[in-house]
């Protein structure tokens, strides 16, 4: 799937979470970072996978973050820029 579809078709919290899973955090660890329950982030989780049709194997996901990492990370550089970016998370 063409990266372009992480900016289209995600929510800018659904973003965050694979950004923070290309950064190879697990689910806690993006919890505790983002100051949401572990279930909070198993839906977002489940919601990304759905959006980007994403089957099969548990790691899909993981997989999809790692090889996009490069894209989610620009992502998140242009996203700290903007001027609302405190108020966004």
């Known amino acids: 799937m063409d990266a372009h579809v992480i900016q289209s078709h995600l929510s800018n ?5 694979l950004f923070l899973l290309s950064c190879e955090l697990d689910s806690r660890q993006i919890a505790e970072r983002l100051g949401i329950s572990e279930y909070t982030v198993f839906t977002h989780r489940r919601n990304i996978k759905t959006k980007l049709k994403l089957t099969g194997k548990r790691d899909g996901l993981i997989r999809y973050a790692l090889l996009n990492r490069e894209h ?4 998140a550089l242009l996203e700290a820029k ?3 970016y405190a108020e966004s998370k």
């Open 13 to 17: 919290r659904e973003k965050h979470i």
């Open 72 to 75: 989610l990370h620009q992502w």
């Open 82 to 84: 903007r001027p609302d």
